[in-house]
Nanobody, 125 residues
């Protein structure tokens, strides 16, 4: 079992930056790919970014955040990050961290096995 705890959300102005963190605990000795997803009110939870277990491995971004968001991980700290720059009001959502029982990342929500509780990001115009 793996527990995930997100932090770093909050209120930002358009154009600002925020950095989300996701700390993993539990069976962190296994090789998990990690992903970030978000869910806006009244919408489905959608893919944001994902990263393989191995540092320097594959990374994927949703088109809507490409060039503005950066996912990274520190396996020694069991932590994954999402650096969000040039924030827009449409980035407003609850952001969720997810872990997959595979070292290979996926953009599919259903392929993730563990989820955090989420952290709210609100971007004002």
């Amino acid at each position: 079992q793996v527990q995930l705890v997100e932090s770093g959300g909050g209120l930002a102005q358009a154009g600002d930056s925020l950095r989300l963190s996701c700390a993993a605990s539990g069976r962190t000795s296994l090789s998990y790919a990690m992903g970030w997803f978000r869910q806006a009110p009244g919408k489905e939870r959608e893919f944001v970014a994902a990263i393989n277990y191995w540092t320097g491995g594959s990374i994927r971004y949703a088109d809507s955040v490409k060039g503005r968001f950066t996912i990274s991980r520190d396996n020694a700290k069991n932590t994954v990050y999402l650096q969000m720059n040039s924030l827009k009001p449409e980035d407003t959502a609850v952001y969720y961290c997810a872990a997959r029982r595979s070292p290979i990342m996926s953009q599919e929500r259903e392929s993730y096995d563990y989820w955090g509780q989420g952290t709210q990001v609100t971007v004002a115009s």
